[in-house]
């Protein structure tokens, strides 16, 4: 299927603006011409409370992070970690598209600021991620559910983020960690491979291109040999079975098509649940893009099973 005219008009606009590779300029160029998009997204959702904390890595660092919370008794609790191909993208870019998960959800958002690369290379982001995660399963009871018992903890992230969220979920499994009931996986970065047929196609060098992947992985992980580490490309993990179920989304015309593909199709094959969709004539982005209607149909797909997953938990606990 053809790019959708929506996204046609926006790569259109894209072009006319004189955006530029991210891959010819510096991060703090690419940074604040991805800031500079925020304003397309519209107004942000209210909420009930908002909160920011600082939050200490195994390494010593802190980083901040943001509790969106919609409504007063919220049913679950959602770690969203932000894409951006661990370069570029923050809490305060991801701030609208939290507050409309929020929203959508009743769930409480959790926004992490992580460390970017290079300033702060891999694993640094991973273990951020992770001390979110930690961060967030210790104050459960702290979010206004019903008291005794506590909320489901939902995992979830777009492209590097769903790549942080894939390794918090499998990491969680192998250290006995907080009980993850979902991880949402959007156009997720799975391996560090540009030669699948999705990167080489020409129609999907479009919002995301081969090259710029190739230029955030040189930023966030330059010793090329230990891209295969599971923390950095969970899809070369060895282990997929008894993960949270998943949710993974993935856009037609985007780089990332196959590799997300294919960590879909490893987690069924090692017995974890999917609700796997590829969406027709979107590009990569599309979710957080949220004056495209595709990002509607990908916040559909995403609050379903959302709210499926919340049933089930709240079911188990009567």
Not at 212 to 229: G, K
Not at 247 to 258: C, F, G, I, N, S
Not at 272 to 285: A, C, K, L, W, Y
Not at 296 to 316: R, S
Request: aromatic content about 8%.
């Amino acid at each position: 299927m053809a790019l959708d005219l929506a996204s046609t008009l926006f790569l259109q606009q894209m072009q006319d603006s004189g955006r530029q590779p991210m891959q010819s300029g510096t991060p703090d160029e690419a940074r604040a011409a991805s800031a500079a998009m925020v304003e397309l997204l519209g107004p942000a959702p209210p909420m009930a409370r908002v909160s920011d904390h600082q939050v200490t890595s195994p390494d010593g660092a802190s980083f901040a992070l943001r509790v969106l919370v919609p409504i007063e008794s919220p049913r679950g609790v959602i770690i969203y970690y932000h894409g951006g191909g661990w370069v570029i993208g923050s809490m305060e870019q991801s701030d609208t598209v939290a507050r409309k998960l929020a929203e959508r959800t009743s769930c409480a958002v959790v926004v992490p600021d992580y460390r970017l690369a290079p300033e702060h290379r891999y694993p640094a982001a991973v273990e951020d991620a992770y001390a979110t995660l930690e961060w967030t399963a210790s104050r459960l009871d702290e979010f206004g559910g019903p008291q005794g018992k506590p909320l489901p903890l939902i995992v979830s992230g777009d492209s590097a983020g769903g790549n942080l969220a894939a390794v918090v979920a499998r990491r969680a499994r192998d250290a006995q960690g907080p009980d993850i009931a979902l991880q949402v996986l959007i156009y997720p970065v799975t391996d560090a491979n540009f030669d699948q047929p999705s990167y080489l196609a020409p129609e999907n060098q479009t919002f995301l291109e081969r090259e710029t992947m190739v230029w955030f992985w040189d930023h966030y992980l330059p010793e090329v040999e230990r891209r295969a580490e599971p923390d950095a490309s969970p899809l070369q993990a060895e282990d997929l079975s008894k993960l949270p179920p998943a949710v993974v989304l993935t856009a037609e015309h985007d780089v990332l098509r196959d590799e997300g593909e294919a960590y879909a199709r490893a987690l069924e094959q090692a017995g974890v649940p999917v609700d796997f969709r590829r969406h027709p004539g979107q590009i990569h982005g599309f979710f957080t893009l949220l004056m495209l209607p595709g990002s509607e149909a990908g916040f559909q797909q995403v609050v379903k099973a959302v709210k499926a997953c919340l049933y089930q938990a709240h079911a188990a606990d009567r």
